[in-house]
């Protein structure tokens, strides 16, 4: 079982910048591929950033593009989520999330494609 465990979250002013972290215990995650998702208040989960178990592939949603960026250290088996230029439409909680994820676009994007997720780290970007 993969239980995974986020971290970096804050209050940031528009602009800003953080950086997310997760860190799965009880086992390595390097040959998973990791997903982002975030959900804000009266909202559905949405996909934010993938990377894939080798870090060779990411994928973004369009509004993050240019902002954000994923990377992986599976040497520190760790994933991050660096945001930059942030603003207050990306205040939401953010979920780390764990699967074996098939390459294509409507699959990346898909809470369901991920068995495995963290409890969540807030992200509030004030205006």
């Known amino acids: 079982q993969v239980q995974l465990v986020e971290s970096g979250g804050g209050l940031v002013q528009a602009g800003g910048s953080l950086r997310l972290s997760c860190a799965p215990s009880?086992?390595?995650?390097?040959?998973?591929?990791m997903g982002w998702f975030r959900q804000a208040p009266g909202k559905e989960r949405e996909f934010v950033a993938a990377i894939s178990w080798s870090g060779g592939a990411t994928y973004y949603r369009d509004s993050v593009k240019g902002r954000f960026t994923i990377s992986r250290d599976n040497a520190g088996n760790t994933v991050y989520l660096q945001m930059n230029s942030l603003k207050p439409e990306d205040t939401a909680v953010y979920y780390c999330a764990a699967g074996a994820v098939q390459w294509h676009t409507p699959v990346i994007v898909s809470t369901a494609s991920y068995p495995y997720w963290g409890q969540g780290t807030q992200v509030t970007v004030s205006s």
């Open positions: 009880g086992r390595t995650f390097t040959t998973y591929d």
